[in-house]
């Protein structure tokens, strides 16, 4: 299987590249400068831990971004919202399990509210307009989705997307769907950190680095340095 997944991400990466030195590049510009949610949370006066999973296209882009995100203490690959028990990557990829990639962001609610979470996840993590498919990917694997683990972040979620929606901030519908937590699945290990240990890959110089630009150069107030 290994070795599979190595010579399907071999072919992948030659096309990649071929298209960039033809000129292609992403769909979509730069990630759009958004507000500051109406409705959030007020920081905790100590400190704390929360947890929240996140899908918005291949995971490895994701996980990068949020890495990078103040108040942030973990951010792991894996797999949510399907119904299929530990589910590995072939089979998650076939999109049949129900599962999307998906990264479980821990975070210290003392240091960064559920709602700056939301800011990060719908301006640069992702394109919040997109079903079925991020970039290059496509399937239901590769939706877009907030699994939310409290009645709070449920609440706060939605707000900022009637919010965005109100203000008429995409020009195409949001589409991100926002469930209840039911399990998460962490990802083999050489998914894990897969950007900050590959980043001369063509996938992850066209596809992932621009997002954590993005952020530094969009969110500064929330960017720091790999721990």
Known sequence: MMRYFRAVLMVAAIALATLYVLGWRPARGAAPTLPDPKVDETPAAAKGRETVVFAGGCFWGIQAVFEHVKGVTKATAGY???TVKNPGYEEVSSGNTGHAESVEVVYDPSKITFGQLLKVFFSVAHDP???????????TQYRSAIFFETPDQERIAKAYVAQLTDAKTFSQPI????????AFYRAEDYHQDYALHN????????????????????LPDLYVTYR
């Open 80 to 82: 949510s919202g399907g």
């Open 129 to 139: 307009t997109e079903l079925d498919r991020q970039g290059p990917d496509s399937g």
């Open 175 to 182: 589409v991100t769907e926002i469930v209840a937590y039911r």
């Open 199 to 218: 980043p001369e890959n063509p996938y992850i110089m066209i596809n992932d680095a621009p997002k954590v630009s993005n952020l530094k150069k969009q």
